[in-house]
């Protein structure tokens, strides 16, 4: 079992709906991680976040740390939101390596 | 800066040939991660750098994999010999060290026929 769970496992919005993706994690962590990986392209991190929320554009961010769980939300989607979204944890005793989320493929229709 | 660096960008190599993958960091950076993507298993670090010094190779698969750092703005991943299971999109990243964001190259896509 992944330590890092991500849901849904793909996702299909209309312009303008608002999105949510959510990352659970099993083991204690430093910090959570949001990445995106647009189609055939490289990856870009979105967030790094410990505690409490972040937001940047229409792209805001959440976590829990009693719930071990974590949210992305997207305000108003657009097709160029359309990616992949990967949950990523700094597992409690490094702050190096990453424990990846499988990913959710967001697709955003005009 | 340019960001992370690597090449090739694709890469089609035959069974049994070498492969080598290269990245260059951003500069000021003295972390270095070489990740492996595929569809079952998503992303996986192979080897993380600090200083140039390999700190964890635990995720390299096998002896047929190795890399190297031999200075601040080089790093080399290879496979010898490749094998039809190596192909994946291959990952470079660097992170400044005091945090713990990365930041990822394009990444180089392997095919191994």
């Known amino acids: 079992k992944n330590e890092v769970e991500q849901s849904p496992q793909n996702l299909t919005a209309q312009e303008g709906e608002f999105i949510t993706i959510n990352c659970s994690y099993s083991?204690?962590?430093?910090?959570l991680h949001w990445l995106q990986q647009h189609p055939g392209g490289g990856i870009v991190s979105l967030f790094m976040?410990?505690?409490g929320k972040k937001k940047h554009g229409r792209l805001i961010a959440t976590i829990n740390i009693q719930e071990k769980h974590s949210s992305l939300h997207i305000t108003a989607s657009h097709p160029r939101d359309s990616a992949v979204y990967i949950c990523?944890?700094?597992?409690?005793?490094?702050?190096?390596?990453?424990?990846f989320g499988k990913g959710t493929l967001l697709t955003v229709n005009p | 800066d340019a960001g992370v660096i690597q090449s090739p960008r694709h890469e089609v190599t035959e069974m049994g040939q070498e492969v080598t993958l290269r990245c260059k960091p951003i500069?000021?950076?003295?972390?270095l991660f070489w990740y492996r993507q595929t569809m079952m298993r998503g992303l996986e670090l192979l080897i993380y750098?600090?200083?140039?010094?390999?700190?964890?190779d635990s995720g390299m698969p096998e002896d047929r994999f190795s890399a190297k750092m031999p200075n601040a703005s080089f790093s080399t991943l290879k496979i010898q010999p490749s094998e039809p299971r190596d192909s994946a999109v291959y990952f470079c990243?660097?992170?400044?060290?005091?945090?713990?964001?990365?930041?990822f190259g394009a990444g180089t896509r392997l095919s191994v026929l």
């Open positions: 990243a660097s992170s400044p060290g005091l945090a713990p964001i990365q930041y």
């Open positions: 083991v204690g962590i430093s910090a």
């Open positions: 976040l410990s505690s």
């Open positions: 990523a944890a700094n597992s409690g005793g490094s702050n190096y390596k990453l424990t």
């Open positions: 500069s000021g950076h003295n972390s």
């Open positions: 750098f600090n200083n140039n010094v390999p700190i964890d």
